[in-house]
């Protein structure tokens, strides 16, 4: 069956780095599209990235120029990078894969967490100043 399986996440002080890392199983990998959601206590889930079959990404207007989002195909494993890390990073990372060749341009859309199959159990991020 279908599995993904976060790693990555930690503590780090502000203007620090982390790689997240999800792996997954049970699906031909590359032909979905992918996303990284984060949720913080008391918030709601929210879209924080997307990549496409075709390495095509998109980004939550919060992370664009410190976070990259990529996929090794060949290793079934998607990435987040993330740089210049903030206090309001702090969230429990998800990734998710819904079964589409491409991600909707959208971020009403590719946003939402009802739009993807399958999650991971989410790995922890903190940032402290």
């Known amino acids: 069956q279908v599995q993904l399986v976060e790693s990555g996440g930690g503590s780090v002080q502000a203007g620090g780095s982390l790689r997240l890392s999800c792996a997954a199983s049970?699906?031909?990998?590359?032909?979905?599209?992918m996303a990284w959601f984060r949720q913080a206590p008391g918030n709601e889930r929210e879209g924080v990235a997307t990549i496409d079959s075709a390495s095509s990404t998109n980004y939550a207007d919060s992370v664009k120029g410190r976070f990259t989002i990529s996929r090794d195909n060949a290793k079934n494993t998607l990435y987040l990078e993330m740089n210049s890390l903030k206090l309001e990073d702090t969230a429990m990372y998800y990734c998710a894969a819904v079964r589409n060749w491409v991600c909707s341009r959208d971020y009403d859309v590719w946003g939402r967490d009802n739009v993807y199959n399958y999650w991971g159990q989410g790995t922890q991020v903190t940032v402290s100043s």
């Open positions: 049970g699906y031909t990998f590359s032909i979905y599209c």
